[in-house]
């Protein structure tokens, strides 16, 4: 039996469980539940605040969890992290009020910034020999300059509509996030087996949100050209159609290739192009 961590309510929470479930893994959670069983799989779900989740990976309370690295770099957590995941992409970041002077962290120095994330700005600041006085809020970091508690603040962004919104300014970047699958060390070797499916899983969910399936109608003489300019798995399928003089080709694209494909087949005479998205994808 795995015990997964994922958020109980919160940013991460429903792009963790829709993971879980294109996984296969079947969640019986009700409302307001701690702990949920897993029917078609030897897994428990724990839900749990987001901040406290690396303590309880580190100690082996849950074996995995899904959480984003910044809070596992500024809880200094000793686990592993297995696999980004692609999603809640952030950055923590210091941000000022749109016309205050900054030339660098040592524009800092001496003033006050307030922050949910103490240890890893005091890192940074450390890193920069700047002395600055640490503010720690909790949440609405955001409102710190505007009522007078602080110079500036180190936050999440992703957007930056909230900061925005405050007269705030990005100026600096201190990490880079997004949301991880980590694990206990211990748990890596005792429930191997286990977390390597797990892994498999999601890794060709993962691939498979980044492929499409294409299928489209080409006139024979195009076969050849067409065929270089699609970056396949192995080699494009071509079945004949009943018209005489056309082809059928299949193909599986990245979707950063997405536009510039369909562009090409087009130039060389494609008909019918029909793209469908791909559930699961193991190479
Ligand atoms: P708790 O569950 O303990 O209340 P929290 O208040 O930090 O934690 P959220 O605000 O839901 O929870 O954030 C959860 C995670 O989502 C963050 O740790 C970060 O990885 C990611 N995140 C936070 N802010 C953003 C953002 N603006 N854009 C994208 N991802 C973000
Ligand atoms: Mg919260």
């Not at 969640?27 to 307001?32: E, I, L, Q």
């Not at 029917?39 to 984003?68: C, H, K, M, T, W």
């Not at 109608?217 to 970056?231: A, D, E, R, S």
């Not at 018209?243 to 008909?271: C, N, P, T």
Request: aromatic share 6%; with cysteine; net charge negative.
């Amino acid at each position: 039996m795995i015990k997964i961590a994922v958020q109980k309510s919160g940013r991460l929470y429903d792009e963790s469980l829709k993971l879980l479930k294109e996984c296969g893994l079947h969640v019986d959670n009700g409302m307001d539940q701690l702990k949920a069983e897993v029917r078609n799989f030897p897994a428990e779900v724990y839900f749990l605040r987001n901040s406290d989740i690396p303590q309880y990976l580190e100690d082996g309370v849950v074996d995995i969890a899904i959480i984003g690295e910044n809070v596992l770099y500024e809880k200094n957590a000793n686990v592993f992290v297995l696999e980004k995941l692609g999603f809640s992409k952030c950055r923590l970041s210091i941000a000022l009020p749109k016309n205050d002077e900054y030339s660098g962290i040592t524009s800092l120095e001496g003033k006050k910034i307030a922050t949910s994330y103490p240890n890893t700005l005091q890192k940074y600041l450390n890193e920069k020999n700047v002395n600055a006085e640490i503010h720690l809020i909790s949440g609405s970091v955001e409102i710190a300059p505007n009522i007078g508690l602080a110079d500036a603040i180190c936050d999440l962004v992703s957007s930056g509509s909230t900061l925005f919104k405050n007269g705030l300014e990005e100026k600096d970047i201190l990490f880079r996030s997004e949301a991880c699958i980590a694990a206990n060390p211990k748990a890596l070797e005792d429930k191997k087996e286990i977390i390597d499916e797990i892994l498999f899983r999601v890794q060709s969910v993962l691939k498979a949100r980044d492929h499409r399936y294409i299928l489209f109608n080409i006139p024979n003489h195009q076969i050849k050209t067409v065929g270089k300019m699609l970056p396949v798995l192995k080699s494009p399928t071509v079945l004949p159609l009943l018209d005489e003089g056309w082809s059928s080709m299949h193909s599986v694209i990245h979707v950063d290739d997405f536009w510039k494909v369909i562009r090409g087949l087009k130039e060389h005479g494609a008909q019918g192009i029909l793209v469908i998205p791909v559930q699961n994808m193991v190479i």
